[in-house]
């Protein structure tokens, strides 16, 4: 690869496109796309952010108290600290998620391998002598050897993600019933409930766990090439093979970060009932996932991630579910709500919709410029 | 070629005959045409959908919405009866073109505005969701002289076996739609735009209406299924049939319906319900197995039904 690279080299100065445009035109060109890049990224920002304000907005019209925080026994109490609580076990997911999805894929097991992990830990700690060091790690290994399972399928063996990843979500929760038994396995530990229900620094353990999980993957992703292979491989897996991307390795290492996530969301979850519950944990939640993914605005044809967007987005479905509890409407709205606000988000990312809108709004200024419309 | 088209086909009837076999060897009972008959009319609702997401998966797509239209329709139906007094074939004679038209705006939002369908239908899954549980949220009874005459209604068989109306219901709409897809220009269009959108465009196969055809179809037979489904539990519930569509796909896949489109077969799927309904029965009939291994097994089956698609197409690319 390496010598064909440097016999190109002076071929392409000598071509002849660069020969047609000066310096100047060709540096212009460049700062005009990096412009619209940059004013591209501040878009991308603009509305879960507006979302997210409007929401929390409309909460503090409802009830004045939602902003007031009060300090009690070392930890930190208050409407916005229960949002980020309870948000936390899909933001973990959506971290995870956000990067699958950047690869051009999907994961639909993380709900099954929260189950998983859940009922791992659960009867690990009803052994007698483990160490809780070990039940943390072999929880999180349950999330990487799901991740390989996944991403195996998914990249060596070339199934279609959806698919690949079905198989773990219907299988999985058979495994977590089988490890417990069929039952509800119970635990009384106060160390690894604490990352359930523990504070430090006067904030719950789970905003904490999603806080590390966010920085953690955010530097390994944007401070080496990873963050830029991954979106390449979403973009065109093929093309970045062709570059000498490992697109596969790529897949693997993105269905793993997805499987740890939802390794950690299940056991904060575990910790959270100190139990593991094979039928009920993380049900459904590889949906809010992805709708979290989704709000924040990832494309789900993958090619490009954010994940602080998705971790916004995951705040802004369970500041709506919040909303929804707080204005007294009845729980049962939830879903409808959901859904309509689904619809919306998906239909202002769709191009058409967006010229559509722009012409009714541009109706009445449409005379003038008539000849720019075309 | 021929003989490769067909033999996911081939493995899943003979893997439902050798069950059926081992089941009749090693229980009671099991090899008896009672079990056959339940078979059908236990699964009635999922058939039905089965049916509904072949087509959609034929055409390249996906509808993850099919369970909660079931709930729906089960919930609109119950309350109407039982509620206002409404006669029920008025009813299904209402429910039906709404769940119909369900499906083809989905279809709308699929095709005008480029959206995924995946996560269209999961936004479908969730209104249709949350529709039922505005509407109600407890299981509402229906208590009707019309379903103690449907479920009277049957046919009696040699052995004690009951063909219910379900059943033939069912059986009704695999002819219909197994005629569309072999037989008519719909299904050709079908199979065409799964195959490769861009050729299908290019051969003149009108996109849109197909598109929203295929997703109208599956949300009619999705609402069917509801109906069907409140047969069985003469109740209209808003969390009935959550994962159905799981099950429906899984069993479109068992069938050796490719699901990246363009090749699958309507009567696969129908063996892939009667596969899992038949290991559910093997279980059930065991009792000393848990309920999960159901589960796993089907997880299993999935994994190698897939790996089999794998390989059967890489073999095909390469002698194309």
């Known amino acids: 690869m390496k010598s064909i690279s440097n016999h190109q080299k002076p071929a392409v100065s000598d071509s002849p496109v660069s020969a047609r445009l000066s310096e100047q035109e060709l540096n212009a060109a460049k700062n005009a796309r990096y412009q619209a890049g940059a004013s591209n990224n501040w878009g991308r920002y603009l509305w879960p952010v507006c979302a997210l304000i409007i929401l929390l907005v409309v909460n503090l019209v409802l009830d004045p108290s939602f902003f007031s925080l009060s300090y009690q026994d070392g930890r930190v109490y208050g409407s916005l600290i229960d949002v980020l609580n309870r948000c936390a076990p899909v933001a973990l997911l959506a971290i995870g998620m956000s990067v699958v999805i950047a690869t051009g894929g999907i994961d639909l097991s993380v709900g099954a391998v929260m189950a998983i992990s859940g009922a791992v830990c659960a009867n690990l700690l009803l052994t007698p002598d483990v160490a809780l060091i070990t039940v943390l790690f072999v929880g999180i290994l349950v999330g990487i050897i799901a991740g390989l399972v996944n991403g195996s399928l998914v990249s060596y063996l070339g199934i279609q993600p959806i698919v690949a990843t079905l198989l773990l979500m219907v299988a999985g929760r058979g495994i977590a019933q089988l490890i417990n038994q069929g039952q509800i396995v119970t635990f009384q530990s106060d160390s690894f409930a604490f990352i359930g229900v523990g504070n430090w620094l006067g904030l719950p353990m789970p905003i904490w766990i999603v806080v590390g999980m966010l920085v953690v993957t955010q530097l390994l992703l944007r401070k080496t090439a990873l963050g830029l292979f991954i979106e ?26 997805a499987g740890v996530c939802a390794a950690l969301a299940g056991m904060i979850s575990a910790a959270n009932i100190q139990g593991a519950d094979a039928n009920n944990a993380g049900l459904w939640l590889e949906l809010d996932a992805i709708l979290a993914v989704v709000i924040g605005g990832a494309s789900l044809v993958g090619g490009r991630f954010s994940l602080l967007l998705s971790v916004l987005g995951a705040l802004i479905i369970q500041t709506l579910a919040t909303t929804i509890i707080v204005s007294g409407l009845p729980a049962k709205f939830n879903l409808l709500i ?5 619809l919306m988000v ?24 008539f000849g720019e419309a075309q | 070629m021929m003989a490769k088209r067909f033999l996911p086909l081939w493995i899943t009837t003979g893997l439902l005959i050798v069950l059926f076999i081992i089941g009749s060897a090693q ?16 699964n009635a609702f999922l058939l039905i959908t089965a049916l509904g997401m072949t087509l959609v998966i034929i055409s390249g797509g996906i509808d993850l919405s099919v369970g909660s239209v079931i709930a729906l329709s089960g919930v609109v139906c119950s309350v109407l009866i039982t509620q206002y007094q409404w006669h029920p074939v008025a009813v299904f004679a209402l429910v039906l073109p709404l769940g119909t038209l369900f ?26 969701r949350g529709l039922a549980t505005t509407i109600s949220e407890k299981s509402v009874e229906i208590d009707h002289p019309f379903y103690d005459a449907v479920s009277d209604f049957g046919l009696l068989l040699p052995g004690n076996a009951w063909l219910d109306a379900s059943s033939m219901l069912f059986a009704l709409l695999l002819i219909v739609i197994v005629v569309i897809m072999h037989f008519t220009r719909l299904g050709t269009n079908i199979y065409a735009l799964g195959g490769n959108e861009q050729s ?21 037979l999705a609402t069917f299924a509801g109906i069907v489904f409140t047969f069985y539990t003469f109740s209209g519930y808003a969390l009935a049939g959550v994962g159905v569509e799981l099950d429906a796909i899984a069993a479109v896949v068992i069938g050796g319906t490719l699901l990246t489109g363009g090749s699958g077969f309507v009567i696969g799927s129908v063996l892939g319900v009667l596969l899992m309904g038949i290991i559910q029965t093997y279980i059930t009939f065991d009792g000393t197995l848990s309920s999960w291994w159901t589960k796993i097994v089907i997880g299993l089956l999935l994994f190698f039904f897939i790996v089999l698609q794998k390989l059967l197409n890489r073999n095909n690319k390469l002698h194309a």
């Open chain 1, 338 to 342: 959901k859904a309509l606000v689904i």
């Open chain 1, 232 to 257: 390449s491989v979403g973009c065109n897996a093929s093309a970045s093979r062709y570059l000498g991307i490992n697109d596969k390795a790529v897949k693997l290492f993105a269905y793993i970060i």
């Open chain 2, 27 to 42: 229980f009671e009972g099991f090899g008896s045409l009672r079990v056959i008959t339940n078979l059908f009319s236990d």
């Open chain 1, 346 to 369: 998906l239909l202002l990312q769709s191009e058409k919709f967006r010229k559509q809108l722009n012409g009714l709004f541009s109706t009445k200024t449409s005379n003038n410029k």
């Open chain 2, 200 to 220: 299908a465009v290019l051969m003149g196969v009108p996109v849109k209406k197909t598109t929203i055809s295929i997703y109208a179809a599956s949300s009619f």
């Open chain 2, 103 to 128: 499906g083809a705006l989905m279809g709308v939002l699929i095709h005008e505005y480029r959206l995924q369908p995946f996560i269209v239908t999961l936004a479908g899954m969730f209104l249709a």
